[in-house]
């Protein structure tokens, strides 16, 4: 009798492991899931970085700034250039 019941429970263990081979299949199908919502995530970060970086070169202040440097630094070195020339003209 006891050996009746031994396999009895063989056979539950044997269902119960086929019970856990479909949940982990299952699992699976969430993960790929999972990584499809991802890839739509860095979808949406890309475009939206690409918006800042273009809104910011567009922004009328933003690119004054960056003439006005420009051209500061450019009458800077003119400045510069002049004053290093003389001395060398005497010598």
């Known amino acids: 009798d006891d ?3 031994d396999d009895a ?3 539950d263990d044997a269902t ?6 479909d949940d982990d ?5 969430e ?3 999972d990584e499809d919502d991802d890839d739509e995530d860095d979808d949406e970060s890309d475009k939206e970085s690409k918006k ?6 567009n922004n009328p202040m933003i690119k004054f700034l960056l003439y006005l440097l420009i051209f ?4 800077n070195y003119r400045f510069y250039s002049k004053k290093e020339s ?3 003209e005497e010598e």
């Open 3 to 5: 050996d009746d019941d």
């Open 9 to 11: 429970t063989d056979d």
């Open 16 to 21: 119960d492991d086929d019970d856990e081979d």
């Open 25 to 29: 299949e299952d699992d699976d199908d």
């Open 31 to 33: 993960d790929d899931d």
């Open 52 to 57: 800042q970086s273009s809104t910011s070169f």
């Open 72 to 75: 500061i630094i450019a009458i």
């Open 86 to 88: 003389p001395p060398m």
